[in-house]
């Protein structure tokens, strides 16, 4: 039982630090398609979002 109670801890520790992560990770994004040739951007356009996504579905259970 110690070691279920023990993962579950690191595991929600971890969650946190993973969808802040991703938002950092959505900022970035940002940054490098404001600074980037607009024809480049179509290859780039959606990251953002995808990892403000990614951020939403990792605090589920959380917030």
């Known amino acids: 039982m110690a070691g279920r109670s023990r993962v ?3 595991a929600r ?3 946190p630090r993973r ?3 991703r938002l950092l990770g959505a900022v ?3 940054r490098f398609l404001d600074n980037i040739e607009t024809s480049e ?3 780039h356009e959606d990251d953002p979002t995808s990892e403000v996504r990614a ?3 990792a605090t589920k259970g959380i917030l």
Do not use: D, E, H
């Open 8 to 10: 579950s801890t690191l």
């Open 13 to 15: 520790w971890k969650r």
């Open 19 to 21: 969808w802040s992560a």
């Open 28 to 30: 970035t994004y940002q």
């Open 41 to 43: 951007r179509v290859y």
């Open 55 to 57: 951020a939403i579905r």
